[in-house]
């Protein structure tokens, strides 16, 4: 492998696994209970990222379009790929599927793109960032309870902040600096922010059922990539959102799949595992397929 290569791999993980690794050793030193820094980081800071950067006027929303409908396809494509497959397995399609469905493009999959490919692909990270996470909590949710009510999608923050930022970029409003730096400053904290608490999670995450965390660390990333180069074949996208969309369909599980799992008590160990193994052989898949794309 080219020598440039492995020095922009190297410049692009460390950084990630840096402050993960931060985060996992202040979790073990104080133990922080960080529902409210999760809660606050979702409903404030996640959002006026994805506000700011919808409703800035330098990115034309068309060409947003094809993007967002090949994360559509990795998502969806991933979780049709499967589902025969664990049919035919011991475990529940309920426990299993979701995580390899819904990765982890928040925690890791924003600050990778932003590090790999420079912030002018802010914009496209945010996009894969909105599909999945409108999927996950519209979808995802309903695969593991199926009573939930349609109209709870519009109540996320993220969902209102992606409704007011497309409204305001369609409308041609420019923020004025005065409003729109705060904004920004304050939805730039959240990338870090996500990094440093997936690091404080993984400390209260055991190994147990390591066999089918094991067997989740290769299929996320096997079925992602694979529906990634079947929606290049029919969008045809540009190689470098093209390569970006392979990266978002190799990233591992989110952690949010373990949130989801223990609110609704739908195996919650068994998913932590998947969780767990999955993003820790990200330190290794992750690596290889940035060598592939740059």
């Keep these: 492998m080219d020598q440039s290569i492995i020095e922009r791999v190297f410049a692009t993980v460390f950084p990630l696994v840096a402050i993960g690794a931060i985060g996992f050793g202040y979790g073990r030193w104080r133990?922080?209970?960080?529902?409210?820094?999760?809660?606050?980081?979702?409903?404030?800071?996640?959002?006026?990222?994805?506000?700011?950067?919808?409703?800035?006027?330098?990115?034309?929303?068309?060409?947003?379009g094809p993007m967002a409908f090949g994360a559509i396809i990795v998502v969806l494509g991933s979780g049709l790929l499967l589902w025969p497959v664990i049919a035919m397995s011991p475990w529940s399609i309920k426990t299993f599927l979701p995580p390899m469905m819904f990765n982890n493009v928040g925690n890791m999959g924003i600050p990778l793109i932003l590090l790999a490919f420079g912030e002018d692909f802010l914009a496209i990270a945010v996009v894969c960032f909105i599909v999945e996470m409108t999927l996950h909590?519209?979808?995802?949710?309903?695969?593991?309870?199926?009573?939930?009510?349609?109209?709870?999608?519009?109540?996320?923050?993220?969902i209102i902040a992606t409704i007011a930022g497309f409204a305001v970029a369609l409308s041609g409003f420019q923020l004025p600096a005065s409003a729109s730096l705060p904004i920004d400053m304050l939805g730039q904290i959240c990338i870090p922010l996500m990094l440093f608490t997936l690091g404080i999670r993984l400390t209260n995450i055991s190994f147990d059922d390591w066999k089918v965390g094991l067997v989740g660390a290769i299929l996320c990333p096997v079925s992602g990539i694979l529906m990634a180069i079947a929606a290049q074949i029919l969008l045809q996208l540009p190689p470098e959102q093209y390569a970006v969309l392979i990266v978002f369909g190799a990233l591992p599980p989110a952690v949010l799949n373990y949130m989801v799992a223990e609110q609704y008590q739908q195996d919650p160990k068994r998913v932590a595992s998947i969780v767990l193994i999955g993003n820790l052989m990200a330190l290794i898949s992750i690596p290889l397929t940035l060598s592939f794309v740059l």
């Design 137 to 158: 909590f519209s979808l995802g949710i309903f695969m593991i309870n199926p009573k939930m009510r349609l109209i709870s999608i519009f109540k996320q923050p993220v």
């Design 31 to 64: 133990k922080p209970d960080i529902k409210l820094i999760n809660q606050i980081n979702m409903e404030v800071f996640v959002p006026l990222l994805v506000f700011v950067v919808l409703a800035d006027q330098s990115v034309p929303i068309g060409h947003l």
